[in-house]
């Protein structure tokens, strides 16, 4: 409690689409998330005023899962639709070096960790100001009668309407105390709203949320409490012995039978080793095997500068091929796709046609 992401033409490509669709849910029906920042943005519209299940600029997920796309939003901030997959490649190579450009300030044509981790708060700031931005809309949408205060019952009657139900025949039913006839799913979903909503609701809790309330509703990265249930949430679904703690195993530990061929055991075995990685290198702060919920909280609190130049150390490792402990223009494009996601080929006669 504190204030504190193509329609198809033709019978064939429709065919081909659905087959597609088929041999996808056979082969990576399993516990990671692998759909990327910009597909799930596209599903962000139709229940606007639910939290976002993907924060930009934090670590995790809020289900526990690694956030696949965090170095490119940190490296790329707003600029993140510049580097589509169907982006010209030249054009594409030309916008890197001017964010290396800007990314490096004392412009010796190479980064220090220092440099990328200033780098990584300007756009962590930025995805704040986002965030703000979208949830007072949001805030405006939900608050029909403009006294700055959202109601637990006003919330609930919009929430309802995004599930088909007529917003004014469940507005009587909550007016009235009457049944809501909703079904199970939909209560738990509710449930768990209302826990978020008390949570976000600063003390003396009333049930009426603020603008800046519900700002850490719908971004728990806003607020200290907030950040603290969030991460309550993950260590109890991911935590097996109930010590309230994580051990690498709890960590990486997969579901029984989500490994159906060998393709899912690929994805799978990638999936455990990038999870290992980040417990033993960054959440695990004093390696000794176990990480608290403090060190969850100062891995996922997206302003905290310390992390943020360990993020910057390990971003920079990734792609430091002369081991010199700095970023050079070849290596960015060299590894363009861990900080854009796309790969843009060519780089090294394309270093000298951007400098």
């Given at each position: 409690?504190?204030?504190?992401?193509?329609?198809?033409?033709?019978?064939?490509?429709?065919?081909?689409?659905?087959?597609?669709?088929?041999?996808?849910?056979?082969?990576?029906?399993?516990?990671?998330?692998?759909?990327?920042?910009?597909?799930?943005?596209?599903?962000?519209?139709?229940?606007?005023?639910?939290?976002?299940?993907h924060?930009?600029?934090?670590?995790l997920?809020?289900?526990?899962?690694?956030?696949?796309?965090?170095?490119?939003?940190?490296?790329?901030?707003?600029?993140?639709?510049?580097?589509?997959?169907?982006?010209?490649?030249?054009?594409?190579?030309?916008?890197?070096?001017?964010?290396?450009?800007?990314?490096?300030?004392?412009?010796?044509?190479?980064?220090?960790?220092?440099?990328?981790?200033?780098?990584?708060?300007?756009?962590?700031?930025?995805?704040?100001?986002?965030?703000?931005?979208?949830?007072?809309?949001?805030?405006?949408?939900?608050?029909?009668?403009?006294?700055?205060?959202?109601?637990w019952?006003?919330?609930?009657?919009?929430?309802?309407?995004?599930?088909?139900?007529n917003?004014?025949?469940?507005?009587?039913?909550?007016?009235?105390?009457?049944?809501?006839?909703?079904?199970?799913?939909?209560?738990e979903?509710?449930?768990?709203?209302?826990?978020?909503?008390?949570?976000?609701?600063?003390?003396?809790?009333?049930?009426?949320?603020?603008?800046?309330?519900?700002?850490?509703?719908?971004?728990?990265?806003?607020?200290?409490?907030?950040?603290?249930?969030?991460?309550?949430?993950?260590?109890?679904?991911?935590?097996?012995?109930?010590?309230?703690?994580?051990?690498?195993?709890?960590?990486?530990?997969?579901?029984?039978?989500?490994?159906?061929?060998?393709?899912?055991?690929?994805?799978?075995?990638?999936?455990?080793?990038?999870?290992?990685?980040e417990?033993?290198?960054?959440?695990?702060?004093?390696?000794?095997?176990?990480?608290?919920?403090?060190?969850?909280?100062d891995?996922?609190?997206?302003?905290?500068?310390?992390?943020?130049?360990?993020?910057?150390?390990?971003?920079?490792?990734?792609?430091?091929?002369?081991?010199?402990?700095?970023?050079?223009?070849?290596?960015?494009?060299?590894?363009?796709?861990?900080?854009?996601?796309?790969?843009?080929?060519?780089?090294?006669?394309?270093?000298?046609?951007?400098?």
């Amino acid at each position: 409690m504190a204030s504190r992401h193509a329609p198809l033409c033709g019978l064939a490509p429709c065919c081909l689409w659905l087959l597609g669709i088929v041999l996808l849910m056979d082969a990576s029906a399993r516990p990671a998330n692998h759909s990327s920042a910009r597909e799930r943005a596209g599903n962000r519209e139709e229940n606007e005023i639910l939290p976002p299940d993907h924060l930009n600029g934090v670590k995790l997920e809020m289900d526990g899962h690694l956030n696949k796309d965090f170095h490119q939003e940190v490296f790329l901030g707003k600029d993140m639709d510049d580097f589509e997959e169907d982006a010209e490649p030249r054009k594409s190579r030309r916008k890197l070096m001017v964010i290396f450009s800007k990314v490096d300030l004392n412009t010796d044509r190479r980064i220090s960790a220092k440099e990328m981790q200033n780098w990584i708060m300007q756009k962590t700031a930025e995805h704040f100001q986002e965030a703000v931005a979208e949830s007072r809309a949001h805030f405006r949408a939900v608050d029909p009668d403009g006294d700055g205060h959202v109601s637990w019952d006003e919330y609930k009657v919009k929430f309802l309407a995004t599930k088909g139900h007529n917003e004014r025949e469940v507005a009587e039913k909550i007016k009235n105390k009457w049944d809501l006839n909703i079904d199970e799913e939909t209560q738990e979903v509710l449930e768990n709203l209302k826990d978020r909503w008390y949570q976000a609701d600063n003390p003396p809790p009333d049930l009426l949320l603020t603008e800046s309330e519900f700002l850490s509703f719908l971004h728990p990265e806003h607020s200290r409490g907030m950040l603290q249930f969030m991460v309550k949430e993950i260590i109890r679904d991911l935590d097996q012995d109930g010590d309230k703690k994580l051990s690498l195993s709890e960590f990486i530990s997969l579901p029984v039978g989500t490994v159906e061929n060998q393709q899912g055991q690929d994805v799978d075995d990638g999936w455990v080793r990038d999870r290992k990685r980040e417990f033993e290198e960054l959440i695990d702060a004093n390696h000794d095997g176990i990480v608290t919920m403090a060190e969850l909280e100062d891995y996922m609190d997206p302003m905290n500068e310390f992390s943020a130049l360990n993020e910057a150390k390990q971003m920079i490792a990734i792609a430091d091929e002369n081991q010199n402990h700095y970023l050079e223009p070849e290596e960015v494009l060299k590894y363009s796709e861990f900080f854009t996601g796309s790969k843009l080929v060519d780089y090294a006669r394309s270093v000298h046609e951007e400098f």
